[in-house]
């Protein structure tokens, strides 16, 4: 602690901000509220964070409700207009967030891309009823973003802190209707930290192809989403089966789980024996008795 009150400002800043940024699912409101300590500086921490919560919330598709609504809205760069207004496509609104305290104000109508509306819509439709399927607490966003793209964000955050547990699924796919190509990128991150602290960070590139156009939005968002779906359970299932290789195989070849001799070791009879052992050596060391002549 000494030594980093020695510290410039600008260096604690440098040193919080790598802390925030790491932030596991769900914990960052703990971590700011330790780095507060270390900081020790207020006013400082919370202008100069700023940048550091912006890339957080919107690489964590950080979700919030905007006011009036029910439904959860992500916060994304795909959906920036500037620096703290973000678009709700699903609304056609925009909205200012608050970074420091995650909570949405001053929405307002936008109107959509025309060219790529009915696209963007038609996949919308289909990943709703994607992600209502296979995500229990899941939330999308569908936009249309630059070259005629239409990015797909997906986020379902899992927290369990009472069981010392959180976790986060990501994954983002860009929809190129001129060429066909579907690019993905999923992320998984799980922290456990009962009695220790564990975290699973999986991050994999997807790129399929598809001989798909637009010209009917309907099929062609619902070939979309039956190819995310085939890469998305792919990739759970490897992940599934990589941690029984870890279970059954990898981490029993770094011990034997039996000795040699292939029988279990009975350690009650071990510490009798070592018992007897002092008891025995205790008994031949005592001096025998003297005679007086």
């Given at each position: 602690m000494e030594?980093?009150?020695?510290?410039?400002?600008?260096?604690?800043?440098?040193?919080?901000?790598?802390?925030?940024?790491?932030?596991?699912?769900?914990?960052?409101?703990?971590?700011?509220?330790?780095?507060?300590?270390?900081?020790?500086?207020?006013?400082?921490?919370?202008?100069?964070?700023?940048?550091?919560?912006?890339?957080?919330?919107?690489?964590?598709?950080?979700?919030?409700?905007?006011?009036?609504?029910?439904?959860?809205?992500?916060?994304?760069?795909f959906g920036q207009i500037e620096n703290d207004l973000y678009l709700d496509p699903k609304s056609h609104q925009a909205f200012r967030f608050d970074h420091m305290n995650r909570r949405a104000t001053e929405v307002e109508p936008r109107p959509p891309v025309e060219e790529t509306e009915p696209l963007r819509t038609a996949v919308e439709a289909a990943i709703t009823n994607y992600v209502e399927d296979h995500f229990k607490d899941g939330v999308s966003s569908v936009y249309s973003t630059e070259n005629g793209t239409i990015t797909i964000a997906i986020v379902d955050n899992k927290y369990n802190s009472s069981n010392f547990w959180n976790g986060r699924w990501r994954s983002t796919w860009v929809v190129n209707p001129e060429s066909g190509k579907l690019k993905g990128n999923i992320k998984v991150n799980v922290h456990y930290y009962e009695d220790g602290n564990v975290q699973l960070d999986s991050n994999k590139d997807i790129e399929v192809e598809t001989s798909t156009t637009a010209e009917n939005p309907a099929a062609a968002a619902a070939t979309y989403v039956r190819l995310i779906g085939k890469a998305e359970n792919e990739y759970q299932t490897a992940v599934n089966e990589s941690y029984i290789e870890l279970s059954e195989n990898t981490f029993k070849s770094l011990r034997r789980s039996l000795p040699l001799t292939r029988q279990k070791l009975d350690w009650d009879k071990i510490l009798n024996y070592k018992i007897g052992q002092e008891l025995s050596f205790t008994k031949i060391a005592e001096p025998g008795p003297t005679s007086n002549k």
């Open positions: 030594e980093l009150r020695d510290l410039s400002t600008e260096e604690k800043l440098k040193i919080v901000t790598n802390f925030l940024l790491s932030s596991p699912p769900g914990e960052a409101d703990e971590v700011f509220n330790d780095v507060r300590v270390l900081m020790a500086d207020d006013p400082a921490l919370q202008t100069g964070i700023l940048d550091a919560l912006r890339e957080y919330n919107t690489e964590q598709y950080i979700t919030v409700k905007l006011p009036g609504q029910e439904n959860q809205v992500l916060v994304s760069k």
